[in-house]
């Protein structure tokens, strides 16, 4: 099973970027395929978007498609968020989290802040 860190969350204002990265442990990373979560103050945690275990895949939620862009690097078992165009509605605590090519997601990071400022 493996465990899973964030980094490169922080402030930045509407408009500019970031990207966020999730480094896995142990060598099944392959294994799995990855996904970012969100939850904003008050709301639930919602989907943001996913890779498949090959990056072969990628699935976004409407509200981030063409902004945010996921990415994996399988020989450094690290999986990249780059979010471009941010809004002040992407404030939020982000999640990295795995699951197995056919289960559900049942791994997760800590997460980690992003903030939007208008």
């Known amino acids: 099973q493996v465990q899973l860190v964030e980094s490169g969350g922080g402030l930045v204002q509407a408009g500019g970027s970031l990207r966020l990265s999730c480094a896995a442990s142990?060598?099944?990373?392959?294994?799995?395929?990855m996904g970012w979560f969100r939850q904003a103050p008050g709301k639930e945690r919602e989907f943001v978007t996913e890779i498949s275990w090959s990056g072969g895949s990628t699935y976004y939620a409407d509200s981030v498609k063409g902004r945010f862009t996921i990415s994996r690097e399988n020989a450094k078992n690290t999986v990249y968020l780059q979010m471009n165009s941010l809004k002040p509605e992407d404030t939020a605590v982000y999640y990295c989290?795995?699951?197995?090519?056919?289960?559900?997601?049942?791994?997760w990071g800590q997460g980690t802040q992003v903030t939007v400022s208008s």
């Open positions: 142990g060598r099944t990373f392959i294994n799995y395929a």
């Open positions: 989290a795995a699951r197995l090519r056919t289960g559900s997601y049942n791994i």
